[in-house]
């Protein structure tokens, strides 16, 4: 398959279906509207599948892609790259955020190793989907070439593929990656237009003072870019963005290509939300926004899509975390459209 197949494989959501889920929300067992966003939560899921009341989802998994990046070498960061596979490691031993958090709402977690800087073997219980050993400092060149963007997309998209296959009816994007929110930043500034000052932060708490510093590096990566040919928005991209990004734009296709909802963590799922939606705008109508990121850029997505949020707990550690506590929303909004009694049947019992 290629990157483009993978998008032509996306039809827009049913909007009869979505007509139908809204009818029906105002024919159940409550004032009707009373559900407030749950009830467009459910009718967005019933415009996904193109059923209502659409699938209540049962198989939640949520897919962590991790890689590094090369404008490290800038000063963006305060952790050193090694956390990165040190924290994929955690992650495939059950005892990250990711996975306590994952047990608590009863969803699976999938680990993929796009290019995480190792020496070793990608240790067992994790994904071997590595497309390059980090990817070049962004500031300097392209962080991929368009070849390696394509690849690790379509990496993600296999790993979603082959869930789905297996039963998952909900997934969910997370990702570890050191560096990654200075790429998150320059691929927002890039796909919004927005000033890299308004979508740049501390990241995983970089010292105040530095921020300033961060907000230099995504500016001179935009003038770089800017100066470069145009390939579009998978040019963007390769040009700005991480191998993991790549990856759950992948995961975030294919979700959509296959009608099943995914759920989007926070700044930089977001920022990989924002390549998919540029490669693919039908794309959007499959993506929810489970929380808003404390980082500057968190509201992007939900501003993208034209919704808050499920959630906004101040969460800002990445790893599918925040989006994994709104899974039982999303369950609740299938469930309310499939068990709700109607307004009748009380009238009936009156
Ligand atoms: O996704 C978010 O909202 C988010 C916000 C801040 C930090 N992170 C995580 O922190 C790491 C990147 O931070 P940094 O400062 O190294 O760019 C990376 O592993 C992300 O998962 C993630
Ligand atoms: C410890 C740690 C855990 C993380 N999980 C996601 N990003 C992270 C960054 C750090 C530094």
Excluded: F
Excluded at 15 to 39: I, N, V, W
Aim: include cysteine; charged fraction near 15%.
């Amino acid at each position: 398959m290629t990157v483009e197949e993978l998008i032509a494989a996306v039809r827009p959501v049913d909007q009869e279906a979505l007509q139908r889920a809204r009818d029906r929300h105002a024919g159940l067992a409550k004032p009707p509207g009373s559900l407030g966003r749950l009830e467009h939560l459910g009718a967005r899921l019933a415009a996904m599948s193109g059923q209502c009341p659409p699938p209540v989802p049962s198989a939640p998994v949520v897919v962590v892609a991790a890689a590094d990046h090369g404008v490290h070498a800038e000063g963006v960061s305060d952790w050193p790259q090694e956390v990165t596979a040190a924290m994929v490691a955690t992650v495939a031993a059950g005892g990250a955020a990711v996975n306590a958090i994952a047990r608590t709402v009863g969803a699976r977690v999938v680990v993929a190793d796009v290019g995480t800087l190792r020496l070793g073997p990608v240790p067992d219980g994790v994904r071997d989907e590595r497309v390059r050993s980090g990817t070049r400092d962004l500031a300097v060149e392209p962080a991929m070439t368009l070849d390696e963007c394509r690849t690790a997309i379509l990496a993600g998209a296999q790993v979603a593929a082959e869930l789905i296959d297996g039963g998952a009816d909900l997934l969910v994007t997370g990702e570890v990656g050191i560096g990654n929110t200075t790429a998150s930043a320059a691929l927002i500034a890039a796909y919004t237009g927005a000033d890299p000052a308004d979508v740049t932060g501390k990241g995983a708490n970089l010292d105040h003072g530095r921020t300033a510093h961060k907000v230099g590096v995504v500016r001179t990566a935009l003038a770089r870019h800017a100066a470069a040919p145009d390939h579009g928005a998978l040019g963007t991209l390769a040009s700005l963005g991480g191998l993991e990004h790549a990856a759950l734009a992948g995961v975030m296709l294919a979700g959509a290509a296959a009608r099943v909802p995914v759920l989007v963590d926070g700044v930089v799922a977001g920022a990989a939300a924002l390549a998919a939606v540029a490669l693919c705008p039908e794309a959007a109508g499959y993506l929810v926004a489970g929380h808003t990121s404390a980082e500057p850029g968190g509201h992007t997505l939900p501003d993208r899509l034209g919704e808050p949020a499920l959630l906004d707990l101040s969460l800002r550690l990445g790893e599918g975390t925040g989006a994994l506590l709104a899974v039982p929303l999303v369950q609740a909004a299938a469930r309310v459209l499939a068990e709700m009694a109607t307004l009748a049947d009380v009238t009936k019992n009156a």
